[in-house]
């Protein structure tokens, strides 16, 4: 059945924060939360008992969730949530909690997301992550994300036509954005020949396809504009967001995903075009998916990425400024934090606070999740347009 759907008018995002990402930490994930939501909460001169809301997105939290935190970081919230939805996990927090808001449910709700990376932590985690999968592919000796799109990558490119080098182009491009991120672990230049002769993982996956585990957090608070402009801080504005969960499950291979379903409403709820955006964060822990985000939120046709990243500069000063943090492929996977790292950067982007990494005249940016690869395809998908306000 469709029905109108209300705007965010009057929520307003606040105090974005990225933890600097570690590759290894002894710290749990309850240490790496409470420190984002500390410099969140600092920032705008919050103290722990003025939250009403909290919302929580982490794999490692493990056997706590939400619940658990409150007691742990002396909380006492009216609404709470938390959201195992991995790379999706930033935008359908952002969706709930501005509901929150608008319905008188929280005043201010933070929405945090981190994990830690203890060595061998990520082998454990995919481990239990699925049971599809554990059920239909590990007694194979099959298991994990790489060999799952490899298998995606290679039929886009027998589909598309495209080449490792186009997926090279997403990749060296992020890098040198990251090279101007402070917090980003990728610290060396990266070249498209780098890239194409980089050690194989998984044909045609090599080792810059890859994201990299590591523990960090990230966060941000939802208020209303009005609270938001009492306490002078920059805040952003919500003007669109969609998410979709198991869409195209008849397709054989996962080659779009589920904004293909909701994007002419959010398009419609922005009142707004493709070619009004000023910046674009997509989910990226593999480049492939990057290409079908690109496709499927409108800014080209089905199959023509590959053509448009070899006609558009991907980096902060071009013309199609994409993942300007560096993304998760430069900067690094911080587990369900992967789902925030793009929201957190859109946010500072709109607000004119990205420093090293400000676009220019970055007023409108749209933002993409994709998360929980279930067996051979991921399920949730989310994206949002955001626009920043004023003090």
């Not at 999968?133 to 290679?154: E, I, Q, R, V």
């Not at 050690?199 to 009005?226: H, K, N, Q, W, Y």
């Not at 071009?318 to 430069?330: I, R």
């Amino acid at each position: 059945m469709n029905r109108p759907r209300q705007s965010y008018e009057g929520v307003a995002l606040v105090t974005p924060v990225s933890t600097p990402y570690q590759r290894y930490s002894i710290e749990t994930a309850h240490w790496w939360i409470a420190k984002a939501l500390k410099g969140s909460l600092d920032a705008a001169g919050l103290k722990p008992a003025d939250l009403d809301g909290f919302s929580v997105a982490s794999f490692t939290l493990f056997p706590d969730t939400a619940v658990g935190l409150t007691q742990h970081l002396g909380l006492s919230p009216r609404w709470l949530d938390h959201i195992p939805m991995g790379g999706a996990s930033g935008v359908i927090a952002l969706r709930k909690a501005a509901r929150a808001v608008q319905s008188g449910d929280a005043d201010i709700v933070a929405c945090v997301s981190g994990d830690t990376n203890h060595i061998d932590s990520f082998r454990a985690l995919l481990s239990s992550f699925s049971r599809f999968a554990m059920d239909a592919s590990y007694p194979y000796g099959f298991g994990g994300p790489n060999a799952n799109f490899a298998l995606l990558t290679d039929r886009y490119m027998h589909e598309y036509g495209a080449t490792r080098e186009d997926f090279g182009r997403i990749a060296v491009a992020q890098r040198e954005n990251a090279l101007k991120n402070p917090n980003a672990l990728m610290k060396k230049p990266l070249t498209l020949e780098q890239y194409i002769s980089a050690r194989p993982i998984a044909d045609p996956i090599a080792l810059f396809d890859c994201v990299m585990p590591c523990a960090g957090s990230e966060a941000f608070l939802v208020m209303t504009v009005e609270e938001a402009q009492k306490r002078g801080l920059p805040y952003a504005t919500i003007e669109g967001a969609i998410e979709r969960h198991n869409a195209h499950a008849s397709d054989l291979i996962q080659l779009r995903g589920g904004w293909t379903v909701d994007i002419d409403e959010l398009y419609e709820q922005a009142q707004c075009a493709p070619t009004d955006i000023d910046l674009l964060q997509t989910y990226d822990d593999y480049p492939v998916i990057s290409m079908m985000q690109i496709e499927d939120l409108g800014f080209c046709p089905k199959g023509e990425a590959a053509e448009f990243v070899r006609t558009h500069d991907l980096t902060i000063s071009g013309d199609f400024p994409h993942n300007t943090s560096g993304g998760q492929l430069s900067a690094g996977q911080a587990g369900a934090a992967g789902g925030f790292i793009g929201l957190v950067e859109a946010i500072r982007q709109v607000t004119n606070q990205a420093g090293s990494t400000q676009v220019a005249n970055a007023n409108r940016a749209m933002v993409s999740g994709f998360g929980m690869i279930n067996y051979d395809r991921g399920v949730c998908s989310s994206a949002a347009i955001l626009k920043g306000g004023a003090a």
